[in-house]
C-alpha cells in the first residue's frame, strides 16, 4: 500500500508562488503516472496536473502556463511548482496515481491564496 504525504501549502497572497511536494512511500514509484488534484469548499475534486513516468506532462486550462509538474523518482516524490496564483487557486491539493488513483489519499495540503 503506498503512502502519500502533501506538504509546501501554505496562505500567499494573490500573484505569489508556493511549490507543493508530495513524497510516496514504495519502491515502485518510478513506474506510476502521477497527478495533482485539488478540491475548493464545495466543489468536486478536480485534476490540475499529470505527469507520466516517462515525464510527460498535461494540466487543466486554468493552471496551464502558471503551473509546473515535475518528479524525482530517486526521491519518490513529485513536485507542483504554482505561480501567479490567484484566489480561485484556493483548495486543499492532493496528489495520487494517474490515471486510477489509489484507493487511499494523503492528508493534503491548505492552500489559500487571499490579500
Known amino acids: 500500500q503506498v503512502q502519500l504525504v502533501e506538504s509546501g501549502g501554505g496562505l500567499v497572497q494573490p500573484g505569489g508562488s508556493l511549490r507543493l511536494s508530495c513524497a510516496a512511500s514504495?519502491?515502485?514509484?518510478?513506474?506510476?503516472?502521477m497527478g495533482w488534484y485539488r478540491q475548493a469548499p464545495g466543489k468536486q475534486r478536480e485534476l490540475v496536473a499529470r505527469?507520466?513516468?516517462?515525464?510527460?506532462?498535461n494540466y487543466a486550462d486554468s493552471v496551464k502556463g502558471r503551473f509546473t509538474i515535475s518528479r524525482d523518482n530517486a526521491k519518490n516524490t513529485v513536485y507542483l511548482q504554482m505561480n501567479s496564483l490567484k484566489p480561485e487557486d484556493t483548495a486543499v491539493y492532493y496528489c495520487?496515481?494517474?490515471?486510477?488513483?489509489?484507493?487511499?489519499w494523503g492528508q493534503g495540503t491548505q492552500v489559500t491564496v487571499s490579500s
Open positions: 505527469i507520466t513516468s516517462s515525464s510527460s506532462t
Open positions: 495520487n496515481r494517474q490515471p486510477i488513483p489509489f484507493g487511499s
Open positions: 514504495g519502491s515502485i514509484f518510478s513506474i506510476y503516472g
